[in-house]
């Protein structure tokens, strides 16, 4: 009688074994994916601690992720070149924005957005240098850097297609990017 319940708490124990292997093979959801992203905003809330007033930059970066409904990229799609990635995402990189990266890591590099198939620069810069963007100017410079600095402490993103150059000018703090836009897309008749 005893071997009755040995027997039935292995097959039981099985089954459970054999289930989770069905679910994690065709489940849409990665259950890694999720931990990493959890792993991600600990790392991001713990880098963006070392900036000046770092908790307010973290917020208005996480709102602007929020609002765009933005989910970080995941570790399969670290590497993977922009045009193949989906909308919806957010990663990093340098200038070039060939591909993104999931974590900023020790190098220095733009936050980048995908949504509405448009990606995006995003960073902080001066409240004139961003008023040249608003005001749909041509031939201008955009200093930008990936946290907010004395000033250029305003969030702002602009469209990478928009850019016609992008340079890394190193710094006392990390250094900053220079965007020189020539001219606007809308404004081209």
Same mark, same amino acid.
């Given at each position: ?35 990493? %992203? ?65 974590? %900023? ?43 907010? %600095? ?40």
């Amino acid at each position: 009688m005893k071997r009755w319940y040995l027997y039935l708490i292995t097959a039981l124990l099985g089954l459970v074994i054999v289930g989770y292997f069905i679910v994690r093979g065709s489940s849409p959801i990665n259950f890694s994916d999720i931990w990493s %992203r959890n792993n991600h905003v600990t790392n991001a809330q713990r880098d963006v601690g070392k900036m000046s007033d770092g908790n307010a930059a973290l917020r208005e970066v996480l709102r602007l992720r929020r609002e765009q409904q933005l989910r970080p990229l995941t570790e399969r799609e670290d590497g993977t070149k922009v045009q193949d990635l989906p909308n919806g995402i957010y990663g990093f990189s340098m200038c070039s924005v060939v591909a993104l990266r999931a974590k %900023r890591g020790d190098t220095f590099s733009l936050e980048i957005h995908k949504y509405n198939g448009i990606v995006y620069y995003v960073g902080y810069a001066s409240d004139e240098q961003i008023e040249k963007y608003l005001t749909r100017q041509k031939d201008f410079h955009i200093l930008t850097s990936p946290h907010p %600095r004395k000033g250029a402490s305003t969030l702002f993103e602009i469209p990478v297609e928009f850019v016609s150059k992008c340079e890394e000018r190193p710094g006392g703090d990390g250094g900053m990017f220079d965007l020189f836009v020539t001219t606007i897309p809308e404004l081209q008749t």
